[in-house]
């Protein structure tokens, strides 16, 4: 059984500031990638950014600059800092991982943040 507790989300001001937190437990023997996916209200989850091999990583176009993931090996777990948040980064977020458990690979959801930009 694995399970990813996300925190860190909630209500900021624009221009605020959020760290969100994704820590990976359970039964796997290593952690391949991560992402930040981002759904709001009637639309489609979208990637957000992603991180692969501790090192290489991607964003959307929409937050580059302003967001930056990072992850801590020894703690299984992802961060996704925000800055310069804008109401269109309201939405409900959720981390991914790709996980490897010895002999197969599978992806894992968290059950989502809440984060909300007041303008």
């Known amino acids: 059984q694995v399970q990813l507790v996300e925190s860190g989300g909630g209500l900021v001001q624009t221009g605020g500031s959020l760290r969100l937190s994704c820590a990976a437990s359970g039964s796997f023997f290593s952690i391949n990638g991560w992402g930040w996916y981002r759904q709001a209200p009637g639309k489609q989850r979208e990637l957000v950014a992603a991180i692969s091999s501790g090192v290489s990583t991607k964003y959307a176009n929409s937050v580059k600059g302003r967001f930056t993931i990072s992850g801590d090996n020894a703690k299984n777990t992802v961060y996704l800092q925000m800055n310069s948040l804008e109401p269109e980064d309201t939405a409900v977020y959720y981390c991914?991982?790709?996980?490897?458990?010895?002999?197969?690979?599978?992806?894992?959801w968290g059950q989502g943040t809440q984060v909300t930009v007041s303008s």
């Open positions: 991914n991982a790709e996980l490897w458990d010895g002999s197969r690979g599978f992806s894992y």
